[in-house]
């Protein structure tokens, strides 16, 4: 093993995180050419320039690229994928601090002066570094690129790794949709063995207080599931002849949210529960009309479930819900009619409908042909060109098609938005999957009893990550129920499902302890992070590569 120097390390991250590369923005490709530079310090890529790839990302207003580099030192094809994303969050919760967010040393200076902190940061001993992204994931991203240049000048190293570090993560994951065909066609031109993806993304704390660090097998996959409620018109003067359709979406939203049924247990481990992201009417500006129809959309987390078995159970929810919203608004009516002297609600009996958006575009074509493709053609288009965000398009397309479909309230479509994470695991299946889990708990003792570290191997990484286009296993049905239920499925929108079918690589997640990534005091602790973690990385990636060239 080489002596790993953490405070060149360190020095690497304040570089790193004083370059603002926001997710979605400009400043990433300034990131990019950062990373690049780094790269070619590294003697090896010095003298092999054409070694580093860019990988740019189709149709992107702002031209970013994924960063690759080759490390390539002997004859055989076994590769271990060092992922990283390099884009951060933004840093609107900093508010007086936002000028030191990028600027970890003052603003762990100015933070630690105030009062709670010390508290709040835990066991005595530890020293933290505070900043937008030095553990979500500069700290990741230095690390691997120090591994990288020890062991390309490690004369005893005779191995390959692939240093992939993507843009987008924090968004739609776009860098990595984009890097996937490029690893298979990599893969086949060299050619390579992928061997296992290494990711050092922060661990999360599994409960309030807990200071144990972790390594993950697994990553957990994350739905966005959309509900388009559509009640019935009417003035607010008059509002029980009418259905507000935020009545309906609140209703969705009382039932789904924190709902445990929805909250899968796997492997010891239980998800969180659904949360909603954002919910909203149609309307515009104010008026004496009431907002008939409505939406939201809906965070859902997977371990194992796959996309048409949720949607499946979505609709019964949804089902169950209108039939209660239905019942409690006629009951209601009832009782305000009875005081006017009328016995009976004079109005029909509502049972209203739930449609899937495959379901909907079907009535829509039997009664438009193709004039409703052409008019969500044209939306998605104009959408576009004015910047609006695809989930807010998904529920737009809802609405568009229901006038082509020629229905009317009361009633919920319901379908999936960007982004979709298919749920990974490394599993025991083939010799490969074996390995890495055996690595695993290697690591997981060396951390203990010679580094002095309580860490815990856990089966999924409670936060959606990159790792969910490394592998998949059965995807027929997740394929359909997105390819039919996603709006924007091949316009602008779509896994490689095949391809990521094609690397089903093992993976790990070798994290930093970040604490608070996100908010204003995401912070990194630095003793673990930058001392032990590389270590446990440079261990990671000549066991799986000499163990396998011994076998051989």
């Known amino acids: 093993m080489t002596r790993i120097d953490s405070s060149k390390i360190k020095e690497l991250l304040l570089e790193l995180t004083a370059l603002p590369s926001l997710s979605n923005t400009a400043r990433e490709r300034e990131m990019a050419e950062l990373i690049t530079e780094k790269l070619k310090e590294i003697p090896y890529f010095a003298r092999n320039p054409s070694q580093i790839f860019h990988w740019p990302l189709p149709d992107d207003i702002h031209q970013r690229s994924v960063v690759s580099a080759l490390l390539q030192k002997g004859s055989r094809p076994e590769t271990v994928i060092l992922l990283n994303h390099y884009d951060v969050v933004d840093v609107q919760e900093y508010d007086q601090y936002r000028e030191l967010a990028f600027l970890p040393a003052e603003l762990t200076a100015k933070l630690s002066r105030l009062p709670g902190i010390k508290k709040l940061l835990g066991e005595e001993g530890e020293e933290y570094l505070f900043g937008r992204g030095v553990a979500d994931m500069k700290a990741g991203l230095a690390i691997q690129l120090e591994i990288l240049r020890q062991l390309a000048e490690d004369q005893d190293f005779t191995g390959n790794l692939l240093f992939l570090s993507v843009p987008d993560e924090e968004t739609s994951s776009r860098g990595m949709l984009a890097a996937v065909p490029e690893l298979v066609a990599l893969q086949e031109e060299k050619p390579l063995e992928y061997q296992a993806v290494i990711n050092c993304e922060p661990a999360f704390p599994a409960f309030p207080g807990d200071r144990k660090r972790y390594i993950y097998t697994g990553s957990m996959g994350k739905a966005v599931v959309f509900f388009y409620a559509l009640g019935l018109e009417t003035h607010a003067g008059d509002s029980l002849s009418g259905l507000n359709g935020n009545l309906i979406t609140a209703s969705l ?14 492997g010891g481990y239980q998800a969180p529960p659904p949360t909603c992201l954002k919910a909203r009417d149609t309307k515009e500006y104010y008026s004496a009309k009431i907002p008939h129809a409505a939406g939201c959309y809906y965070n859902i987390c997977l371990l194992e479930i796959e996309a048409d078995q949720l949607l499946g159970s979505l609709k019964e929810l949804a089902w169950q819900v209108l039939q209660e919203v239905l019942a409690d608004w006629q009951g209601v009516r009832r009782e305000y009619f009875s005081f006017q002297g009328l016995l009976d609600d004079p109005g029909e009996e509502k049972e209203g409908w739930v449609l899937t958006y495959q379901e909907l575009i079907k009535l829509a074509r039997e009664r438009s042909g193709e004039e409703v493709n052409q008019a969500l053609t044209k939306l998605t288009a104009e959408s576009r060109e004015a910047g609006v965000e695809d989930q807010e398009l998904c529920l737009r397309m809802a609405d568009l098609a229901k006038d082509y479909a020629e229905i009317s309230g009361p009633g919920i479509v319901l379908g999936f938005t960007p982004p979709y994470y298919p749920p990974v695991q490394t599993d025991t299946k083939d010799s490969q999957g074996k390995r890495v889990q055996k690595l695993a708990h290697s690591l997981v003792d060396r951390a203990q009893e010679e580094l002095g570290y309580p860490v815990e191997l856990s089966s999924h990484f409670p936060g959606v990550s990159d790792l969910s286009y490394c592998k998949i296993g059965e995807y027929a049905g997740t394929r359909a129920a997105l390819e039919n239920n996603l709006p924007l499925w091949g316009k602008g929108y779509q896994l490689p499902l095949k391809d990521i079918s094609r690397l089903n690589i093992p993976l790990l997640n070798l994290s930093v302890q970040g604490y608070d990534a996100h908010k204003r005091l995401e912070r990194l602790e630095l003793n673990y992070s930058l001392g032990a973690v590389p270590e446990l990385l440079e261990q990671a990636c000549r066991q799986l590569v000499e163990e396998q060239v011994e076998r051989k």
């Open 253 to 266: 939203i009382r039932k789904l949210e924190n709902n445990l049924d929805f909250s899968e247990i796997s």
